[in-house]
Nanobody, 115 residues
Framework: QVHLVESGGGLVQPGGSLRLSCVAS????????VAWYRQAPGKERDLVAV???????NYADTVRGRFTISRDNNKNTVYLQMNNLEPEDTAVYYC?????????WGQGTQVTVSS
């Protein structure tokens, strides 16, 4: 069973930075596609960034140039570096790993951007 644990969320002022981490267990992590999603209150869960097993990355237009997704397969961890945060980035951020065609989700971590 694949298990994902996110961390690194919190309260930050506009213009600030946070780094989220997603640690995986129970999977051949280096082969997995891993993505970050976010869900704001009353809104759908949206894709933020994705990284493939070959380190190809892609981003939502709303975060491109501000967020960076990366992975460390030795630590079974994917990161989301978030810079120049805006109030509109406030949401619960979720990690998703696709392992052998099956999606697994973490429990989420809250990010609040407010002065």
């Amino acid at each position: 069973q694949v298990h994902l644990v996110e961390s690194g969320g919190g309260l930050v002022q506009p213009g600030g930075s946070l780094r989220l981490s997603c640690v995986a267990s129970g999977t051949f992590f280096s082969r997995d596609i891993v993505a970050w999603y976010r869900q704001a209150p009353g809104k759908e869960r949206d894709l933020v960034a994705v990284i493939s097993s070959s380190f190809f990355t892609n981003y939502a237009d709303t975060v491109r140039g501000r967020f960076t997704i990366s992975r460390d397969n030795n630590k079974n961890t994917v990161y989301l570096q978030m810079n120049n945060l805006e109030p509109e980035d406030t949401a619960v951020y979720y990690c998703k790993a696709t392992s052998r065609g099956v999606d697994f989700w973490g429990q989420g971590t809250q990010v609040t951007v407010s002065s």
